[in-house]
């Protein structure tokens, strides 16, 4: 059984910082390939950053890419993921996401973490910015 729990969001005013948190337990630990995404209101949901057991990251735009940075701490198995000068836009329930396999697909290294990359899921987070 895998479980990954989300922490960390909230309403903050545009210009703030958030750092979601997710713990993961079961079958997945932070040696797996892991990500962020999110889920806007009436949208799909699209990655935000993913990290591999290699290191390597990846970010949904440059506009995520800028101001949010992938982070994992391998002693608590939890993921990060710091979200600076946060805009309304950024208002979305995040989610983390794993997958068994242990670095980032091709798509999901060079289009930002693909949905269908990674099999668990946790429940999400809501972030709000208001203007």
């Known amino acids: 059984q895998v479980l990954l729990r989300e922490s960390g969001g909230g309403a903050v005013q545009a210009g703030a910082s958030l750092r979601l948190s997710c713990a993961a337990s079961?079958?997945?630990?932070?040696?797996?390939?892991m990500a962020w995404s999110r889920q806007l209101p009436g949208k799909d949901r699209e990655g935000s950053a993913g990290?591999?057991?290699?290191?390597?990251?990846?970010y949904g735009g440059s506009s995520m890419k800028s101001r949010f940075t992938i982070s994992r701490d391998d002693n608590k198995n939890n993921l990060y993921l710091q979200m600076n000068n946060l805009r309304p836009e950024d208002t979305a329930m995040y989610y983390c996401?794993?997958?068994?396999?242990?670095?980032?697909?091709?798509?999901?290294?060079?289009?930002?973490?693909?949905?269908?990359?990674?099999?668990?899921w946790g429940q999400g987070t809501q972030v709000t910015v208001s203007s």
């Open positions: 996401a794993a997958d068994s396999q242990p670095l980032l697909t091709a798509k999901s290294q060079f289009l930002g973490p693909q949905a269908q990359d990674f099999r668990h």
């Open positions: 079961g079958l997945i630990d932070t040696s797996n390939s």
């Open positions: 990290l591999g057991s290699d290191g390597l990251t990846s």
